[in-house]
């Protein structure tokens, strides 16, 4: 049952074998959405500072009259951390540099509450402090790569850190005395402070990689099916987007054979109004009914009680009679059946604003016997067009087919010979009644885009190109 549908949903194109890592699915980042990653990373990047570590830090200082004063600072800890300027650029060849600057206001302070510093000389007393951190810059390059199992990694690299000033003020304890060396001390704190940026940085960058390891290289689909959505090669990185080259090609469940066709190389048109673009090619479509053929998931037994109630004929051998004077005679008053199978994968074709499906199955017609014998009648081959429209639900792609056209020959009678064209309307109104909705009750039921964690896709365009359809959407990510 699943199948006659699956099939006709999805179907395959005879090309020309070609070699290569040719993409059945190519997926372009634009500008647009690199400056909602950047949001994103930002984001976690600040989160990260708040876990930073600052060494408990000490050392003396000669301090005039006085002499030499020794201090201790423990407990420093990240109490606030300021929204900074951020800026992401293409790095054509590697991927996307990333520079942070704060110029104004503190990026972060440290207070600890006592004991904050000890003034050992005096046999300590203690106090507390307040450190604000302005005039930060942070720059880095992440490269974006394909890991081996196919789904994009990142990391950080040609990372730099500065810190412009670091201000300690001291309160309680010998504060008064602290104040008048906190400028030494601000040069000492600067210095391990920027020696911790980078590799925070680094440990950021890396953090996003579990987001993206959850790239669904194997989609399941159903029993049957899964897409593999693997990169098929290293991102590629231009001056204006980061496109990726995805398999996009269904699979048996377990089983990965190839079909005797590859994909038609295309290429994206140059939008950039929305974040992300995929462009999922007729190989991809093609690829799915190769699968579900050869699953044997293409075929539909169609009984009476599949023709609605409203119809103007029953399923039986009185209705067919009318046509085939035969039947009536060698088999009064029985049921009948139709076993609708693909003859071979169907094939998609898109063309600009219109999917086309050709199907090519056999439609046997048997009479039920009263003890359920089912006795063949007649093999009919039925050629059928059919248009297919295409929407986006969730992170899905579902279907919707109308019937265009139907061409049936002869295959074998059980019965003598007969005029195929009688029979006509009648199949059209099977086709339209039982096989259609069926097969869209599981095209509705969608396929699985690429995706990674929790996106929702939002202000979504579906247009028909040559060869490919053109998803344009803005993503969200809800965690
Ligand atoms: C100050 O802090 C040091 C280090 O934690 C501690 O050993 C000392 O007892 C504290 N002194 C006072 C007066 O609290
Ligand atoms: C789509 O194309 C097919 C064949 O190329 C044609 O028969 C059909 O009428 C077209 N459908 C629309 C809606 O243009
Ligand atoms: C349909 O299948 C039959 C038998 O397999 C074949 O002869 C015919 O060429 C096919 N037609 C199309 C359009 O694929
Ligand atoms: C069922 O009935 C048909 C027609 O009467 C007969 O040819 C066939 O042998 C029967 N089958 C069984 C299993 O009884
Ligand atoms: C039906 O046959 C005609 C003539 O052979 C052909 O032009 C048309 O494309 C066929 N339609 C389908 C749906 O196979
Ligand atoms: C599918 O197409 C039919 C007409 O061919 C229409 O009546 C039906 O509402 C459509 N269903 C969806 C979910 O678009």
């Known amino acids: 049952m699943l199948s006659l549908c699956c099939i006709m949903a999805l179907l395959a194109l005879s090309c020309p074998e070609t070699s290569g890592n040719t993409a059945g699915v190519k997926v372009k980042l634009t500008q647009k959405g690199l400056e909602y990653g950047r949001q994103i990373g930002v984001t976690t990047l600040l989160d990260q500072f708040k876990t930073i570590k600052v060494p408990d830090f000490s050392g003396s200082e000669e301090v005039s009259p006085i002499g030499k004063v020794s201090y201790s600072l423990t407990g420093i800890k990240v109490i606030n951390v300021g929204l900074p300027q951020s800026e992401v650029a293409l790095v054509p060849g590697t991927g996307v540099s990333l520079t942070i600057t704060e110029k104004h206001a503190n990026i972060f302070c440290a207070n600890s509450k006592s004991p904050a510093y000890s003034y050992i000389k005096d046999e300590g007393e203690n106090g507390s402090f307040d450190l604000a951190v302005s005039e930060l ?87 049957y099916a899964e897409i593999d959505y693997s990169m098929v090669e290293s991102p590629v990185i231009s001056t204006s987007s980061i496109d990726l080259s995805l398999k996009g090609e269904f699979y048996n469940i377990g089983e990965h054979k190839e079909p005797p066709f590859a994909p038609t190389p295309f290429s994206l048109p140059p939008d950039e109004s929305n974040m992300l673009y995929m462009g999922i090619s007729a190989f991809t479509a093609n690829s799915a009914g190769f699968v579900y053929n050869n699953a044997g998931a293409l075929s539909l037994r169609i009984t009476d009680d599949m023709i609605p109630s409203s119809s103007p004929f029953r399923l039986n051998t009185k209705t067919f009679g009318t046509f085939i004077p035969q039947i009536a005679k060698q088999y009064p008053d029985l049921m009948m059946e139709l076993l609708v199978k693909a003859a071979t994968a169907p094939t998609v074709m898109f063309t600009p604003n219109n ?41 899905k792609v579902a279907g919707n087919l109308t019937l265009n056209a139907v061409n049936m020959t002869l295959g074998t009678s059980y019965v003598g ?37 929790e996106m929702n896709l939002v202000n979504t365009q579906l247009v028909i190109m040559k060869d490919y359809l053109l998803i344009g959407t803005d993503v969200q990510f809800t965690a």
């Not at 999917?355 to 056999?362: F, G, K, P």
């Not at 086709?431 to 869209?440: C, D, G, H, S, Y």
């Open 355 to 395: 999917i086309t499906l050709q199907a090519n199955a056999t439609v046997t017609a048997y009479a039920i016997q009263p003890n359920t014998t089912l006795t063949p009648l007649f093999i009919l081959n039925v050629d059928a067009s059919v248009s297919c429209q295409i929407y986006v639900t969730g992170v």
């Open 417 to 453: 010979p007969f005029e195929v064209k009688s029979l006509d309307s009648i199949f059209q109104m099977v086709l339209k009644a039982a096989v259609i909705p069926e097969v869209n009750a599981l095209l509705q039921q969608g396929f699985p885009l690429p995706a990674i964690g």
């Open 137 to 223: 810059s942070i720059s880095t390059t992440v490269t974006i790569q394909s890991d081996d199992t196919g789904r994009p990694v990142v990391s950080s690299a040609n990372c730099a850190a500065s810190v412009g000033q670091t201000s300690i003020t001291f309160h309680g304890g010998a504060s008064w005395l602290y104040n008048l060396f906190s400028s030494y001390i601000d040069d000492a704190l600067r210095s391990v402070l920027q020696r911790k940026i980078c590799p925070l940085v680094s440990e950021a960058i890396d953090k996003m990689n579990p987001y993206l390891k959850t790239l669904n290289v194997l989609a399941k689909v159903d029993q």
